[in-house]
């Protein structure tokens, strides 16, 4: 099983439509990054958590820590906010952490 | 403010050739961390450096190497390349360690025949 689970792995919405992505981890984390990635490879990231909740215009990201649960959620969605979403965690502490991640959700919207 | 620069963007070698990786940082990040981006395994840490000291090292072979300069900028090396080893190379820099904000390059595509 992995360490970092993503649900939906694909989505497909409609322009205007409320979207969540949701990401459930097995082990202590010390952040948890949300991160978007375009066809031809870039990554931008979106957020990082180590609780609570994030907003950045039609972006937030949520955080329970005792669920180890993550909810990326996108208000009012648009064909470019089409891409995957990656959901990646860093487990650990100091020297002996390192980032795993989830394996993405590509989103698709539409017209 | 420039980004995360990697050199070269793209390149083809052959089985049992070497390649070299360059990551610059943005100006002023100390933390430089790679990544492989495969179809089949997806994102998967390759090892993090920060003020020219490896911090931590994921699960690849001793065949992955990398180093840190002290103007920050990084190199990672694969030798004796093998098919598999065909991916998107990633590198990202951060501020501080561990906890701090991810700014990542475009990637390095390598392609092994």
């Known amino acids: 099983k992995n360490e970092v689970e993503q649900s939906p792995q694909n989505l497909t919405a409609q322009e205007g439509e409320f979207i969540t992505i949701n990401c459930s981890y097995s082990?202590?984390?010390?952040?948890l990054h949300w991160l978007q990635q375009h066809p031809g490879g870039g990554i931008v990231s979106l957020f990082m958590l180590s609780s609570g909740k994030k907003k950045h215009g039609r972006l937030i990201a949520t955080i329970n820590i005792q669920e180890k649960h993550s909810s990326l959620h996108i208000t009012a969605s648009h064909p470019r906010d089409s891409a995957v979403y990656i959901c990646a965690v860093r487990v650990g502490t100091g020297t002996a952490s390192k980032l795993t991640f989830g394996t993405g959700t590509r989103l698709q919207v539409t017209l | 403010k420039a980004g995360v620069t990697q050199t070269p963007r793209y390149l083809i070698k052959t089985r049992g050739q070497q390649v070299t990786l360059s990551c610059s940082p943005i100006?002023?990040?100390?933390?430089v961390s790679w990544y492989q981006q495969t179809p089949g395994q997806g994102l998967q840490f390759l090892f993090e450096y920060f003020s020219e000291t490896q911090r931590n090292k994921g699960n690849f072979p001793g065949r992955f190497s990398g180093r840190q300069f002290s103007n920050s900028r990084s190199e990672m090396n694969v030798s004796t390349l093998e098919l598999g080893d065909s991916a998107l190379y990633l590198c990202?820099?951060?501020?501080?360690?561990?906890?701090?904000?991810?700014?990542f390059g475009e990637g390095s595509r390598l392609t092994v025949l």
């Open positions: 100006s002023g990040h100390r933390s």
């Open positions: 990202a820099s951060s501020f501080g360690t561990y906890t701090g904000e991810l700014f």
């Open positions: 082990v202590g984390i010390s952040a």
